[in-house]
């Protein structure tokens, strides 16, 4: 069912529903509430999902940055810009992995890449919180690139995503990013 189908049938209006299934509204009216339950034939409890979930980003940035060569005039780019840890504690399960900030093909496209098997791990919590997550770790990668480094072009949203690719490809360029930095990171070799 749409938002237009449930709206003709329970009345409510389309910006009300669109709020809701969006998750920006600022809470939900009982009246609205007990119109939709009594359309779906469900209880209150069975309309809304509550997690117990706080995410933490650490963020470990490459002691070889994108910077702008002075003397030629282009940017220098590394492929990797930062090694992220994020550590996720979803009701009563904690969940830990590791990815890489992709720069090397700024400032038109950057991304977060992490195996394919975290993909699958994430996919166990519900969307509107896996959404949640993926927002801060891409915010997270937008302020680091923006405030960290003196990049002429600044990004935003709609240059950065995430991607999710092959286990073990990303596994040895984690490896290969942390021996790049001196010993910094030596701590993470051994997970």
Not at 79 to 108: A, C, V
Request: charged residues 25%.
């Amino acid at each position: 069912m749409n938002i237009s189908e449930m709206s003709e049938r329970t009345g409510l209006s389309r910006n009300t529903l669109s709020a809701l299934q969006n998750n920006t509204g600022k809470g939900i009216q009982f009246d609205t509430m007990d119109a939709i339950c009594k359309l779906l034939d469900i209880t209150p409890c069975e309309l809304f999902t509550y997690a117990d979930i706080n995410a933490s980003i650490f963020s470990h940035p490459n002691k070889n940055q994108i910077r702008k060569n002075e003397e030629f005039g282009y940017l220098e780019t590394v492929n990797y810009s930062s090694f992220y840890e994020l550590e996720i504690f979803y009701n009563e399960s904690r969940i830990t992995f590791q990815g890489l900030l992709n720069t090397s093909q700024y400032p038109d496209h950057s991304y977060i890449v992490f195996s394919v098997k975290v993909k699958s791990i994430l996919e166990k919590i519900p969307l509107i919180f896996r959404q949640e997550i993926y927002n801060s770790i891409i915010e997270c990668a937008i302020n680091e690139l923006n405030n960290s480094y003196d990049l002429p072009t600044k990004i935003d949203k709609k240059s950065l995503g995430i991607k999710f690719l092959e286990d073990d490809y990303i596994t040895n360029e984690i490896r290969e990013f942390i021996k790049q930095q001196d010993g910094e990171l030596d701590e993470f070799l051994e997970k």
